[in-house]
């Protein structure tokens, strides 16, 4: 791959248009704004991330999460940007511009995840696969490929097919990005035929598949040298999933410290792993200074970020050939070396074994797969049933945006996963109360 075509203003729906920008913001800088303004971004702050939403103490929700990986990758994108200007110096106007890509991309990448966390994305996907859902496999005009699509359902792909897809009454392209904007946000470059046994990682659904195609292949992304059944990906790809590595991991630590899942030597004991002897020895005098344990929390957590930047930066940058030659396999955390990538590593352990699995957690979890699950049925019922009185009803609360009437039977279970997917955990389980006769609404 090169750096001259895989950097490009060029508009996806708006392709006609390929012009420079006529205001004083950069292409790349109006997809952040459009991003910033628009209503999914903004439902994202009554979306799980890890933790139920707050109560009396404040932790992350998948907005606050995507703005704080939005820093992350743009601090790795300039240092990689400055690294690579210095080595290409003929592309430094295009390198000084993926900050802002990165910084977009990051902003992006959870759009596509239904309420209640991953719970949310499970309840789909196995309501398919072993709930009540199997009952359409026989009586819908599905493919194989398809109905695999619906099966291992992905907040990923879910998150492509947002951006891109024209909703009913929408404007061609959807968000219109920039096609590195766009690009760098497709972490599994391919379909979900193609992924891996046990892990249900994948980038696009089978109606996307042309518009990633479309992209590629004027970027010039070239297919991954080991299976040419997958794409290679995008390179700002590895510096958005880094950020968000960096903050679920120590962002979920400083959380699970708040609520008291953790204990305070325990959250000490994992930051300081990260640590040389030296910056250990600095951290001690700021503690003889600082005696809340919060700051503390969050001193040594600001620290271990700073060294992650710098980190996965180098290793960027020091296998940009093997990068742009889709021979670069894993992720750049996967390649950190020494105490940094070991401590990182026994941070993952820790939080699995410790936080992901504890019953404030769990319980999320298991209502959301509840209202995610019974959601799915009823309105799956309604739209292919649509001439019962029920179904009626219930349609009608449906947004026109949403082709729940589609001649096409896979598109039409789409429609029901993009209303779903969209929603908010509060208006999940409000629509949820509301259906089943638990809630009224007020008159």
């Given at each position: 791959?090169?750096?001259?075509?895989?950097?490009?203003?060029?508009?996806?729906?708006?392709?006609?248009?390929?012009?420079?920008?006529?205001?004083?913001?950069?292409?790349?800088?109006?997809?952040?704004?459009?991003?910033?303004?628009?209503?999914?971004?903004?439902?994202?702050?009554?979306?799980?991330?890890?933790?139920?939403?707050?109560?009396?103490?404040?932790?992350?929700?998948?907005?606050?999460?995507?703005?704080?990986?939005?820093?992350?990758?743009?601090?790795?994108?300039?240092?990689?940007?400055?690294?690579?200007?210095?080595?290409?110096?003929?592309?430094?106007?295009?390198?000084?511009?993926?900050?802002?890509?990165?910084?977009?991309?990051?902003?992006?990448?959870?759009?596509?995840?239904?309420?209640?966390?991953?719970?949310?994305?499970?309840?789909?996907?196995?309501?398919?696969?072993?709930?009540?859902?199997?009952?359409?496999?026989?009586?819908?005009?599905?493919?194989?490929?398809?109905?695999?699509?619906?099966?291992?359902?992905?907040?990923?792909?879910?998150?492509?097919?947002?951006?891109?897809?024209?909703?009913?009454?929408?404007?061609?392209?959807?968000?219109?990005?920039?096609?590195?904007?766009?690009?760098?946000?497709?972490?599994?470059?391919?379909?979900?035929?193609?992924?891996?046994?046990?892990?249900?990682?994948?980038?696009?659904?089978?109606?996307?598949?042309?518009?990633?195609?479309?992209?590629?292949?004027?970027?010039?992304?070239?297919?991954?040298?080991?299976?040419?059944?997958?794409?290679?990906?995008?390179?700002l790809v590895f510096i958005v999933e880094a950020a968000d590595d960096i903050c679920y991991e120590l962002m979920d630590?400083?959380?699970?410290?708040?609520?008291?899942?953790?204990?305070?030597?325990?959250?000490?004991?994992?930051?300081?792993?990260?640590?040389?002897?030296?910056?250990?020895?600095?951290?001690?005098?700021?503690?003889?200074?600082?005696?809340?344990?919060?700051?503390?929390?969050?001193?040594?957590?600001?620290?271990?970020?700073?060294?992650?930047?710098?980190?996965?930066?180098?290793?960027?940058?020091?296998?940009?050939?093997?990068?742009?030659?889709?021979?670069?396999?894993?992720?750049?955390?996967?390649?950190?070396?020494?105490?940094?990538?070991?401590?990182?590593?026994?941070?993952?352990?820790?939080?699995?074994?410790?936080?992901?699995?504890?019953?404030?957690?769990?319980?999320?979890?298991?209502?959301?797969?509840?209202?995610?699950?019974?959601?799915?049925?009823?309105?799956?019922?309604?739209?292919?049933?649509?001439?019962?009185?029920?179904?009626?009803?219930?349609?009608?609360?449906?947004?026109?945006?949403?082709?729940?009437?589609?001649?096409?039977?896979?598109?039409?279970?789409?429609?029901?996963?993009?209303?779903?997917?969209?929603?908010?955990?509060?208006?999940?389980?409000?629509?949820?109360?509301?259906?089943?006769?638990?809630?009224?609404?007020?008159?």
């Open positions: 791959m090169e750096w001259a075509r895989l950097i490009t203003t060029k508009r996806f729906g708006l392709e006609e248009l390929y012009l420079r920008s006529h205001d004083s913001r950069t292409e790349f800088q109006r997809d952040y704004d459009r991003l910033i303004f628009s209503p999914p971004f903004r439902r994202l702050q009554n979306k799980t991330q890890v933790f139920p939403l707050p109560g009396s103490v404040f932790v992350h929700n998948r907005l606050t999460h995507s703005l704080e990986v939005s820093c992350i990758g743009r601090s790795i994108a300039n240092v990689v940007g400055s690294g690579l200007a210095q080595r290409h110096p003929e592309m430094a106007d295009k390198f000084s511009e993926i900050g802002t890509i990165v910084a977009t991309a990051c902003l992006a990448h959870d759009l596509g995840n239904p309420p209640f966390g991953h719970s949310g994305e499970n309840a789909i996907g196995t309501f398919f696969s072993e709930g009540k859902g199997q009952e359409y496999r026989k009586k819908l005009k599905v493919s194989d490929d398809m109905w695999r699509d619906l099966e291992m359902f992905e907040g990923n792909a879910n998150t492509f097919r947002l951006l891109t897809h024209t909703f009913v009454g929408r404007r061609e392209g959807g968000f219109v990005f920039t096609y590195p904007t766009l690009a760098s946000i497709v972490k599994y470059p391919f379909q979900s035929i193609y992924a891996e046994p046990g892990k249900q990682k994948f980038g696009f659904f089978v109606s996307d598949m042309s518009n990633y195609e479309r992209i590629a292949n004027d970027l010039g992304i070239i297919r991954n040298p080991h299976n040419p059944d997958k794409y290679a990906r995008y390179p630590i400083e959380d699970a410290f708040k609520l008291k899942i953790t204990t305070y030597e325990d959250t000490v004991a994992l930051l300081m792993g990260y640590m040389d002897e030296r910056r250990r020895k600095r951290a001690e005098m700021i503690f003889e200074k600082v005696v809340d344990k919060n700051e503390r929390i969050a001193y040594l957590r600001s620290t271990v970020m700073g060294m992650m930047v710098d980190g996965v930066s180098k290793v960027f940058l020091d296998n940009e050939e093997k990068i742009l030659n889709g021979e670069f396999e894993g992720s750049l955390i996967d390649a950190l070396p020494g105490e940094l990538g070991d401590a990182y590593r026994k941070c993952v352990r820790f939080s699995f074994d410790n936080i992901y699995k504890s019953h404030m957690v769990v319980d999320i979890e298991l209502a959301g797969y509840k209202i995610i699950s019974e959601l799915i049925d009823l309105i799956m019922n309604a739209v292919f049933e649509p001439d019962k009185a029920y179904s009626k009803q219930l349609l009608s609360r449906i947004p026109g945006q949403y082709d729940v009437r589609a001649e096409d039977d896979y598109l039409r279970v789409q429609s029901v996963l993009d209303y779903i997917s969209g929603m908010t955990d509060i208006y999940a389980l409000d629509l949820y109360s509301k259906i089943n006769g638990m809630s009224l609404p007020r008159i």
